[in-house]
């Protein structure tokens, strides 16, 4: 399995509160990923990034924002959170730069917002 | 971005195999086409993937039309691990490697 773990795995929290998603690779891989998954819906990407310091917008990053630091840390941040935000977050990654590329993803976030 | 269309549902019996189809009729000519799945309460997993040869891996088979407008994704022996929903994902060649989701077949194997 690809190293990519995310914490917390788990998180319930109050409406306006900021709230942070870690993703944290042990591959050395370029890319990484952010994505939401809504019941009865596949996933949409928040952010992403193509290196550290190099990060782009999603189709669905209103409300939403990342850092990426180091190349194997890439951190989802909701500065104010809403009850729209509850959703399971997936981080992914992925190294090879052709479109034969594959991506590894994390076990998910369960995010409540209450 | 290209558009799919995949079945919403499917079953089969455990131990014969599964064809699913994804029709994507406004691929271009350098995107591949990406298959993934997602197990119940997991993250999605990478299958396979095709530009326009039929290729072959250990998990499944991928057929692909010779104008490449569809593709089939063939388990060949399905289990109940095989139980997932399955999204065909076309991928542009170039830049940074975003896959588009859509809703996928739900695939039920029937034991």
């Known amino acids: 399995d690809a190293g990519i773990t995310q914490s917390p795995r788990h998180k319930v929290t109050e409406t306006g509160t900021p709230v942070t998603l870690r993703c944290h690779q042990t591959?050395?891989?370029?890319?990484m990923y952010w994505y939401r998954q809504d019941p009865g819906h596949g996933l949409r990407l928040i952010h992403y990034?193509?290196?550290?310091?190099?990060?782009d917008k999603g189709e669905v990053s209103d409300g939403y924002s990342v850092s990426r630091s180091k190349t194997e840390d890439f951190l989802l941040t909701l500065e104010s959170a809403t009850s729209s935000q509850t959703s399971v977050y997936f981080c992914?990654?992925?190294?090879?730069?052709?479109?034969?590329?594959?991506?590894?993803f994390g076990p998910g976030t369960r995010l409540t917002v209450l | 971005d290209a558009k799919t269309t995949q079945p919403n549902s499917m079953e089969s019996n455990e131990e014969e195999p599964v064809h699913l189809p994804c029709n994507h009729s406004?691929?271009?000519?350098?995107?591949?086409i990406h298959w993934y799945r997602q197990l119940p309460s997991q993250g999605p997993e990478y299958v396979i993937h095709?530009?326009?040869s039929n290729v072959n891996n250990r998990m499944a088979s991928l057929a692909i039309a010779e104008d490449r407008k569809s593709s089939t994704l063939i388990l060949h022996r399905a289990t109940l691990r095989d139980a997932a929903v399955y999204y065909c994902?076309?991928?542009?060649?170039?830049?940074?490697?975003?896959?588009?989701f859509g809703t996928g077949t739900r695939l039920t194997i029937i034991p």
């Open positions: 992914a990654i992925s190294g090879r730069t052709s479109g034969g590329n594959e991506q590894f």
């Open positions: 591959e050395n891989h370029r890319y």
């Open positions: 990034s193509y290196g550290v310091k190099d990060t």
């Open positions: 406004t691929i271009s000519g350098t995107d591949y």
């Open positions: 095709g530009l326009t």
């Open positions: 994902i076309p991928l542009v060649n170039f830049g940074n490697e975003k896959l588009t």
